[in-house]
């Protein structure tokens, strides 16, 4: 077992063990137990009592954090001529099609989201094997297909992420930074919650949410009771 660092040992009895706390408390906790020297993430994980394997029970969307994700975020956008300047002043990293999908089909994947249009999917799909495996293909179902490309640029620049229920039955995300007041942590969390409630399938029976958990980057998790979000 690793020893724990000077750091670690001053926070190590702030979270007690098997406690559920509330949103409330996690939120004001995770910024006492983070002792990295970086910008650590706030991460959130939501254990759902759901099959993903069965079709009717996939929990997948998007929401807005109110308080963005603290976050860069790299976006390309695949477009055609008319578009373009619109995609730009919405902020987009990159825009273009014919240069970008070769430049991709060399291997370049240095972004974060791809937004693209109906009618150039039928360019993106021989690239696949290569968007697929690191989560950039465009997807209608995550708003990064779409005719309004400026707005879905300005939305994701803005915080809009999408999720997606893993094979175990759980939803990670990333809700924001430690630099952030308790209380845009607090906002952050309820939102992506609240989102994930309103997805519950209706294949769904027993219990939805069966575990909520707050951590930092290399902190521990913090238990949330899911009572005190509903």
């Not at 001053?10 to 098997?18: C, F, I, S, T, Y």
């Not at 109110?66 to 619109?86: F, I, S």
């Not at 902020?91 to 791809?114: F, M, N, P, Q």
Request: contains cysteine.
């Amino acid at each position: 077992m690793s020893k724990l660092t000077k750091n670690q040992k001053l926070v190590a009895d702030k979270v007690e063990a098997g406690k559920a706390y509330s949103l409330k408390e996690a939120a004001e906790l995770v910024k006492v137990i983070t002792t990295t020297k970086f910008e650590a993430s706030v991460d959130i994980d939501v254990r759902l009592g759901v099959d993903p394997r069965k079709a009717n029970q996939m929990v997948r969307g998007v929401v807005s954090l109110p308080n963005g994700t603290g976050k860069v975020t790299r976006v390309l956008a695949l477009c055609t001529p008319d578009q373009e300047a619109a995609a730009k002043d919405a902020g987009a990293d990159y825009v273009g099609l014919d240069e970008y999908i070769d430049k991709i089909k060399g291997g370049w994947t240095d972004v974060d989201v791809i937004i693209t249009m109906p009618s150039c999917m039928g360019k993106l799909g021989p690239l696949g094997r290569i968007l697929g495996p690191r989560g950039l293909m465009p997807n209608p179902k995550s708003g990064t297909v779409t005719m309004d490309v400026a707005k879905a640029v300005k939305e994701v620049k803005q915080g809009k992420i999408d999720f997606k229920v893993d094979k175990t039955g759980i939803v990670h995300a990333s809700i924001g930074k430690v630099s952030f007041s308790a209380e845009k942590i607090f906002e952050n969390a309820k939102e992506f919650i609240a989102t994930i409630i309103k997805l519950k399938p209706a294949a769904a029976k027993g219990t939805y949410v069966k575990s909520i958990f707050i951590s930092s980057t290399m902190s521990k998790g913090i238990k949330v009771d899911p009572k005190s979000v509903e």
